[in-house]
């Protein structure tokens, strides 16, 4: 009898302290030999959390993406600023691989993402393959097959006698497959020109994806540092990744 209610009072304490974690945090065991496989399921895991958010753990909504800064970036003699960037996409992801040293906090994440829609304002001033482009307006491009690499290195910190991880650094790179875009406004609208400038980008769309991506792995790292900061900064390092 006694046994029993120790083992309820045992389980009921326990119990009790895995409630302190949301559902949408996968523990993964420091010393798991299968760590890299763990991981990789606990960012599957996340991903239906953050197609709408979960304010109570300050997870920003993903679908779609809002990027409101804006970014600059001169390359080639062309200078484009894309501002009001919106999303869709980005929670389709696929894992496929993760590269982790825990002694470092470094993890090296590979995820394909099949289709990217993007929608924003752009400024353009310069040449975009040789042809002189100036204006401003609204660019909406569909981007297929994009493989990412996202290198995070994190910190441990101290907060109240406890452990907490921090990313400080998180480095993007997306390699586009396809796609095409689409501009509009520019030259005040002359649908000839408009016509003529919207063939020759999406005749060269990998020239012109090699000058906007830039700007917008910017925005995304930003925006995915702010969330993966989100996620480790309410729970110490050690409910993170108990031993
Ligand atoms: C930003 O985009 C949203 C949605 O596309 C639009 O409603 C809003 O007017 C835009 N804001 C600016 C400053 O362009
Ligand atoms: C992007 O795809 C959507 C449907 O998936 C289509 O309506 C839109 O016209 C496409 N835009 C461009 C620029 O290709």
């Not at 300050?58 to 970014?71: A, G, H, T």
């Not at 660019?139 to 452990?163: F, R, S």
């Not at 997306?174 to 796609?179: E, L, N, Q």
């Amino acid at each position: 009898m006694l046994r029993r209610v120790f083992v309820a009072l045992l389980v009921g304490y326990f119990g009790c302290f895995c409630d302190d974690l949301p559902s949408f945090i996968h523990v993964c065991h420091k010393e798991d030999p299968q760590l890299e496989q763990c991981l990789m399921a606990s960012v599957e895991d996340i991903r239906p959390f953050l197609v709408e958010g979960v304010p109570e753990y300050n997870l920003p909504q993903m679908e779609p993406l809002i990027l409101k800064d804006l970014f600059s970036e001169e390359a080639s003699g062309m200078k484009i600023t894309v501002s009001n960037v919106s999303a869709w996409g980005c929670t389709d992801f696929f894992v496929r691989n993760i590269e982790v040293n825990m002694d470092t906090h470094e993890f090296t994440l590979y995820i394909d993402l099949p289709k990217l829609r993007i929608e924003a304002h752009y400024h353009v001033d310069g040449k975009i393959v040789l042809v002189p482009v100036k204006g401003d307006g609204n660019l909406e491009a569909n981007i297929t097959d994009a493989h990412a690499k996202a290198q995070l290195k994190g910190d441990l910190y101290e907060k109240g006698g406890d452990q907490y991880l921090k990313y400080n650094t998180f480095d993007l790179h997306v390699d586009v497959g396809g796609g095409s875009v689409r501009l509009e406004n520019l030259f005040n609208g002359d649908k000839v020109l408009l016509g003529m400038i919207n063939d020759v980008v999406n005749k060269n769309f990998d020239a012109f994806v090699k000058e906007l991506m830039p700007v917008i792995e910017k925005g995304l790292a930003c925006k995915f540092k702010e969330t993966a900061n989100a996620i480790v900064e309410t729970f110490t390092y050690s409910q993170l990744f108990p031993h």
